[in-house]
Nanobody, 116 residues
Framework: QVQFVESGGGLVQPGGSLRLSCAAS????????MAWYRQPPGEQRELVAR???????DYLDSLRGRFTISRDIFANMVHLQMNSLTLEDTAVYYC??????????WGQGTQVTVSS
């Protein structure tokens, strides 16, 4: 059974940083392309960063340079370092396979709120 447990979210001021973590089970973060997604209030979920099985990384263009995705293959975890946060980064953040659909299993996500 595939499960994800996201953590690390919280309330942060604009310009601040957060590091999100995702503990995965039932799926290998080394063998699969993994991704972080986010769902802002009232909007659809979008993919923001992915790390491919070979280690290459891709980002939503607007986030390039501010967000960094990484993985710990020994702990089977995926992380997202977020810097220079803006109000527009407020969302619930999820991790999953990079090919996940709405019909796949999703974790509870972790809330990130950027507010002054």
């Amino acid at each position: 059974q595939v499960q994800f447990v996201e953590s690390g979210g919280g309330l942060v001021q604009p310009g601040g940083s957060l590091r999100l973590s995702c503990a995965a089970s039932g799926i290998s973060v080394r063998a699969n392309s993994m991704a972080w997604y986010r769902q802002p209030p009232g909007e659809q979920r979008e993919l923001v960063a992915r790390i491919n099985s070979g280690g290459s990384r891709d980002y939503l263009d607007s986030l390039r340079g501010r967000f960094t995705i990484s993985r710990d293959i020994f702990a089977n975890m995926v992380h997202l370092q977020m810097n220079s946060l803006t109000l527009e980064d407020t969302a619930v953040y999820y991790c999953n396979s990079a090919s996940a659909t709405d019909f796949d299993s999703w974790g509870q996500g972790t809330q990130v709120t950027v507010s002054s």
